[in-house]
């Protein structure tokens, strides 16, 4: 399904996919038409879809792009579940930040990426690149461009969270 907008950052046109086996981002020239570049989000797993509430993915200005990413009800723990991706602008995963939880969005179809992401303005704080999103499980990030944080299995290293929505699983779309 292809749910999430187009983007387009100098010479190339990203478009994301999302399905219950995989998650697809893909590049193209603008001109030709021609494929630059694929990543699949789970190649040894499933899950990692691009819904993101019809948003596209954000791109800073060195073209880095940020998009989260989404899970199926019970998908394996393999690849970027429920993710913030950092990607280059050849579709490598340089950064990411799974919340702690991933288990329990996996377990109960909560995707983290029904919401979209937004790149803030830069600051003058001591993390002055920041991403912000949030998912079905009401949870907005604020999570550092620079390290996002990767996974870790009993803490969030995100710069903050906030809980908001009133149901335990469907507020974020």
Same mark, same amino acid.
């Given at each position: ?9 100098? #010479?190339?046109?990203?478009?994301? &996919? ?12 603008? *001109? ?10 789970? +190649? ?5 879809? &691009? ?5 596209? /993915? ?6 880095? =792009? ?7 009800? #019970?998908? /394996? ?6 993710? &913030?991706?950092?990607?280059? +602008? *050849? =579709?490598?995963?340089?950064?990411? &930040? ?22 803030? /303005? ?5 993390? /002055? ?14 999570? #550092? ?15 903050? *969270? ?12």
């Amino acid at each position: 399904y292809q749910r999430s907008a187009l983007a387009l950052d100098g #010479n190339n046109i990203y478009v994301a &996919f999302g399905h219950c086996s995989h998650g697809w981002m893909f590049s193209y020239d603008k *001109t030709t038409l021609a494929q630059l570049n694929v990543l699949n989000t789970t +190649p040894d797993g499933g899950g990692g879809a &691009f819904w993101n509430s019809g948003g596209g /993915p954000a791109i800073d200005s060195s073209g880095n =792009l940020f998009i989260i990413s989404a899970t199926d009800q #019970n998908d /394996p723990g393999s690849g970027y579940n429920d993710s &913030f991706l950092k990607l280059s +602008p *050849t =579709l490598s995963v340089t950064d990411f &930040f799974m919340p702690s939880n991933d288990a329990t969005l996996r377990a109960n179809d909560a995707d983290l990426g029904s919401g979209d992401d937004v790149i803030m /303005p830069d600051n003058s704080s001591s993390t /002055p690149h920041e991403v912000i999103g949030g998912g079905k499980d009401g949870r907005i990030f604020v999570v #550092n461009r620079d390290n996002m944080g990767m996974f870790v299995s009993n803490a969030n290293h995100v710069i903050q *969270t906030v809980q908001t929505g009133t149901q335990q699983y469907d507020n974020m779309f």
